[in-house]
């Protein structure tokens, strides 16, 4: 069984539009992260909700909105794409949060902004 | 702000060689440090991790890294590679201070040559 899951694995998109991306986790964590992998390789945190509650917000642009319907799931909406936008994006997930806590990826999102 | 340092791009290595990936850290107050390896088109899978104790931390497929207290460093060490090992390797530090955020090196590319 996948411990923490994205859907969709690819997306290609047009300039402009929104999407979204799901996460869902069966580790029973409580914390989840989303975290941005650009061309280079360089990983980055975005956002992370405890429980349902935002407890990290990166100086990520207003257009990322982060989402959480409950503690198993994370999803983020990203509104009027941009090209710098392309990325891989990962959710990943931890017990409590803590810093010293092993974190659980999942297998990535390719997004492509045309 | 914390920080991590990979600073190499590249390791090249044969097959059956020592292989060796350096990171160093800065962070207030005690240290957790990880290490992660991304194969291709793949998600971050959790190598090993240092807490509090013995400085010489084993982890998977037979990698072990060394806390250096003095040097701030962790580096990853294989006695023997494996073409296998070929991948991306990551070093990521947190700590108390710096609340939930895991903060990630640049990444280390790993070649090992048959």
């Known amino acids: 069984d996948t411990a923490v899951s994205q859907t969709p694995k690819y997306l290609v998109t047009q300039m402009g539009n929104d999407k979204s991306i799901k996460c869902e986790q069966n580790?029973?964590?409580?914390?989840m992260y989303w975290y941005k992998q650009d061309s280079k390789k360089f990983l980055k945190i975005m956002f992370s909700y405890n429980n349902k509650e935002l407890i990290i917000n990166e100086t990520v642009p207003n257009r990322f909105s982060p989402k959480s319907p409950d503690k198993a799931h994370l999803n983020l909406h990203i509104n009027s794409l941009e090209l710098g936008d392309s990325a891989v994006y990962f959710c990943a997930s931890t017990p409590s949060g803590g810093p010293q806590e092993t974190q659980y990826f999942g297998p990535g999102t390719r997004l492509l902004v045309l | 702000a914390q920080s991590v340092a990979q600073p190499e791009d590249q390791v090249n290595v044969a097959e059956g060689n020592p292989l060796t990936v350096k990171c160093t850290y800065s962070?207030?107050?005690?240290?957790?440090l990880f290490w992660y390896v991304q194969y291709p088109n793949r998600g971050l899978q959790f190598l090993l991790k240092?807490?509090?104790?013995?400085?010489l931390v084993k982890g998977s497929y037979g990698f072990e890294a060394e806390f250096n207290k003095s040097q701030t460093s962790f580096h990853l060490k294989k006695p023997s590679a494996l073409v296998s090992d070929s991948a991306l390797y990551f070093c990521a530090v947190g700590a108390k201070a710096a609340g939930n955020k895991l903060t990630f090196g640049g990444g280390t590319r790993v070649l090992v040559k048959p």
């Open positions: 962070v207030s107050g005690n240290p957790y």
């Open positions: 580790l029973g964590h409580d914390t």
């Open positions: 240092y807490i509090t104790g013995d400085n």
